[in-house]
């Protein structure tokens, strides 16, 4: 007959047991997330981008520098910083439809070697399809690689009224299309901005100081993906 004192040896040992086996397998598990997340990582470097290279800047107002002075934008910032020829393609009040529609000539005028897609915004302010808006997103940034072109995707922030509390967060789409489509994206840089009044010339647009911090978080963000040497 087992007595209690090895009975309770025999419990602790096979507790003991029972942990070591948890523990190993939450080691696996996690050395496993460590390794997919490092090889996407990996998966998103991209190649650096030469000096006066051809980069295009799509998006809506944002890209096109509405609320500062002419040369204050961030594409002209980010020109200037990098010796690119950056062509600014924002225009204000554009959807992502009307972006995708107008993108086939851009893509064949000036064949780009990097495409910036910062576009979203007018669709969450008009409360339009989260659908629809993902799906043109997706197709601009299809078009994009179909021309050989890399793609760093900015994300928007979704519609909110904290934004003068200093909240904002980008939709969710943007993070969810850079994981589907392999490519790199740059998120929280207009939360961060226009969340902050000294940096908005109104609600919605920057300030020069803003699209100054805009372009500096852009070009950490180049750098870090290899965008830019």
């Known amino acids: 007959m087992t007595t209690q004192q090895e009975w309770q040896g025999h419990t602790s040992a096979w507790t003991r047991r029972q942990t070591m086996q948890r523990m190993g397998a939450g080691l696996l598990a996690a050395c496993g997330l460590w390794a997919l997340s490092a090889c996407s990582e990996r998966a998103l470097v991209a190649q650096p981008v ?14 096109q520098g509405v609320g500062a002075a002419t040369a204050q934008d961030f594409p002209s910032l ?17 959807t992502s439809a009307q972006a995708l529609a107008r993108l086939p000539s851009l893509l064949a005028q000036y064949q780009p070697e990097l495409v910036i897609v910062g576009i979203g915004g007018n669709d969450f302010l008009r409360r339009q399809s989260t659908q629809a808006t993902k799906a043109n997103v997706e197709a601009i940034v299809r078009a994009c690689l179909d021309a050989k072109a890399q793609v ?8 909110n ?36 009044e000294r940096l908005r010339s109104d609600q919605v647009h920057a300030n020069a100081q803003g699209y100054a911090e805009f372009a500096q978080l852009l070009q950490a963000r180049l750098r870090q993906v290899g965008l830019l040497a």
């Open 50 to 63: 030469p000096a006066g290279a051809t980069v295009l800047a799509l998006g809506d107002s944002l890209t």
């Open 78 to 94: 980010l020109a200037d910083s990098t010796g690119w020829h950056v062509v600014n393609a924002g225009v204000s009040g554009d």
């Open 152 to 159: 760093l995707l900015v994300g928007v922030p979704e519609v």
């Open 161 to 196: 009224l904290l934004a003068s509390t200093g909240w904002l967060k980008d939709h969710a789409m943007y993070a969810e299309l850079a994981q589907q489509l392999g490519v790199p994206l740059l998120a929280g840089a207009w939360s961060e901005v226009l969340a902050q």
